[in-house]
């Protein structure tokens, strides 16, 4: 296993018996990355950070925090007064799960420009999803906590979509509350999962990075890595990069923490819940918009949750969807325009979903939730059509303007 | 690199605009001294606005979150604290005889409420509740303007408009009937710094004051934001200047 030497005697040592230092030489030092990533593909890293941004400022939190229905707005407000600097930890946590679903959402439509779910990734890519769903559900239960009107309302309307399962959907929606209706077995057990799930994305970042360091990167142009030439080392070269990106998306984020905390929380979450009074617009978090846009864009309760479900559910399947070899859009002209038509459609989704769902916005819901779903049949179609362009040779040609090109194409990579 | 962050730049934008296009119409946005990068409460401000909370809105509005210990950040030694806290009494106990009694209340109470619960209070108030005013500039779409806007916001109604009895015109208000009197006029305080107290005056500092209720931890936050910030700027300038040089032997 530890294929590595180290000069110093007491490293070697430890390594000999548990190879933490040769599995970090060889998956963080050495490991061969393509040489012509762009920036793009600095958001995986940032995910993983915002990861653990978000254990970190969540664990300080739950010391202060207390799960009951009469005291938990009082303990998050104890948190923003009274505790040292609770007020930084709670802006953190809360703008956090905001810059990581935006840092998510660029790494997955990254992921579908370059075809990075095509073979030999399928895996990597359904642990990505799975991650995503994980996530969801985190941040979900995460919005419950303070218990203020949408906590309340929002937990009241997304638990009851399960009431739509025929036969057993009430009797489920029992089970999940533990009790009657959302109350305090609902807050505690919401906690109690809150605190588990980052744990487990955790485990699953983990596993989705051994696969990725068992397929290795894709890159830009979508092409197979033919040798070192095609690499380099993943630091510096990538360590300086992504620590570049790193500073850009903190001054992003931090700027919101210290300038405009609330900007993207709903006013009415200041208000503690009342189960005796609805407010006139519940409205989940801006990141689950446009799938509340599909939901309610569908006559039927039960058709308008498998609708939901079924808009992440399909992204399983893409990589068997989509029929074209190539992998980069760069490559396929047809497909980058699709590409970013399905962006706006998303976009879009979002902006109707954040809309009370009367007038001109029910028709328009049905549109552009029909164009999403319309995406993935089209990209089967697209696939046996399209004429890609021709691909380069290898990632060093274009890189290093052809003077490599007689290189072989031997595989030269270390074990 | 460009293009990315033009790209970047431009998704940045579509996110940022997603709640300011679910916004209604504007309120008209009043010059809060707290705004901006370098934006800071006025303790003279905030000490006129606790002045008006504690003779004018404290009569029907709780004030629950906030401490009396708290106001010692508007400058108040902390016998003159003791002596704002004393003119209220809260009951305490058990004593020693297993008796509930009554005290004057100590800096560390909260602000006590004008009635015991709120069934009291909307027995007093006519049915309706006066919402607790701690959070109000946090929990109302527009915050401090809104507030600003509620409380001048008193008008007639206009013609073919029937106000039920003991209700009040607002034109900020949703559905523009309100329970609330309008609160102050002209001079319903004399302030004790000498500022004239027209009722623009008085709603502004009583906004203030309640902002300041809502978020007292802005001002630090504002300071140390600049300097986290900043720090960030250069960080982020070194760090590139290192990946360029880094990159050099590659591109």
Not at chain 1, 5 to 21: A, G, M
Not at chain 2, 130 to 155: N, Q
Request: with cysteine; glycine share 6%.
């Amino acid at each position: 296993m530890s294929s590595h030497k180290f000069e110093n005697k007491v490293i070697q040592w430890l390594d000999d018996r548990l190879p933490i230092f040769s599995v970090l030489q060889h998956d963080a030092i050495d490991y061969p990355t393509p040489r012509n990533l762009n920036y793009w593909w600095n958001f995986g890293s940032l995910a993983g950070i915002m990861l653990v941004i978000m254990l970190l400022s969540g664990i300080f939190l739950a010391m202060a925090y207390t799960p009951n229905v009469n005291l938990a707005f009082g303990s998050v407000e104890r948190i923003m007064r009274d505790v040292n600097y609770g007020w930084l930890l709670r802006y953190l946590h809360m703008n956090g799960a905001t810059w990581f679903f935006v840092v998510v959402y660029i790494h997955i439509f990254r992921g579908l420009y370059y075809g990075s779910y095509k073979a030999p990734r399928e895996v990597l890519w359904w642990l990505g999803l799975i991650i995503y769903l994980v996530m969801m559900g985190t941040a979900f239960m995460g919005y419950c906590l303070p218990w203020g009107q949408l906590s309340f309302w929002g937990t009241t309307v997304i638990t009851n979509l399960f009431s739509a399962v025929p036969l057993v959907g009430d009797a489920v929606t029992t089970w999940l509350w533990g009790g009657f209706s959302v109350d305090n077995p609902t807050l505690n057990r919401f906690f109690a999962l809150h605190y588990l799930l980052p744990f487990v994305l955790f485990a699953l970042v983990f596993l989705h990075l051994v696969a990725l360091h068992t397929t290795k990167s894709n890159n830009p142009l979508g092409i197979d890595v033919k040798g070192p030439q095609d690499t380099l080392p993943f630091h510096p070269y990538y360590t300086i990069k992504d620590l570049f990106g790193l500073g850009i998306l903190l001054m992003f984020y931090l700027g919101f923490v210290f300038y405009n905390p609330n900007y993207f929380a709903e006013p009415t979450n200041y208000i503690p819940a009342n189960p005796l009074v609805t407010p006139p617009h519940i409205v989940p978090e801006w990141y689950f918009l446009p799938f509340y846009a599909i939901l309610r864009s569908v006559p039927d309760k039960l058709g308008g949750v498998i609708a939901m479900f079924g808009a992440i559910v399909i992204f399983f399947f893409l990589p068997w969807i989509d029929s074209s070899k190539v992998r980069s859009a760069t490559f396929r002209p047809i497909y980058k325009q699709i590409f970013w038509i399905f962006v706006i459609d998303c976009l879009v989704l979002g902006y109707i979903g954040s809309q009370p769902p009367e007038g001109i916005m029910v028709p328009l819901g049905r549109v552009f939730s029909v164009a999403y779903f319309a995406f993935f049949p089209l990209l089967w179609v697209i696939g046996k059509l399209e004429r890609p362009k021709p691909l380069p040779q290898s990632i060093a040609a274009p890189v290093l303007k052809g003077s490599h090109a007689s290189h072989s194409d031997k595989p030269k990579e270390k074990a | 690199m460009r293009k990315f962050l033009l790209s970047t730049l431009a998704a940045g934008l579509m996110v940022a605009a997603f709640p300011a296009l679910a916004e209604e119409a504007a309120l008209p946005h009043q010059p809060w001294p707290w705004l901006g990068v370098f934006g800071q409460y006025d303790k003279a401000q905030l000490k006129r606005g606790l002045q008006v909370f504690r003779e004018v809105c404290s009569n029907c509005h709780s004030l629950k979150l906030v401490a009396y210990r708290n106001i010692g950040y508007f400058g108040f030694t902390d016998d003159e604290i003791k002596d704002i806290a004393a003119e209220k009494q809260v009951q305490d106990g058990p004593n020693d005889q297993g008796d509930m009694f009554m005290r004057p209340a100590r800096p560390s109470d909260r602000f006590v409420p004008p009635f015991p619960n709120d069934q009291a209070a909307r027995v007093a108030n006519n049915g309706a509740l006066p919402p607790d005013l701690s959070l109000m500039t946090k929990a109302r779409p527009g915050g401090p303007d809104y507030v600003f806007a509620l409380l001048t916001g008193f008008t007639d109604p206009p013609k073919n408009f029937t106000l039920p009895d003991g209700m009040y015109y607002n034109e900020a208000f949703p559905g523009h009937q309100i329970s609330m009197p309008p609160p102050v006029a002209d001079d319903a305080v004399t302030y004790a710094d000498g500022t004239k107290a027209t009722k623009e005056q008085i709603v502004k500092d009583v906004t203030a004051f309640l902002n300041w209720s809502a978020e007292p931890e802005l001002d630090v936050r504002h300071s140390l934001g600049l300097k986290v910030m900043l720090f960030l700027f250069v960080l982020t300038a070194l760090l590139y200047a290192l990946k360029r040089k880094i990159w050099a032997d590659v591109h």
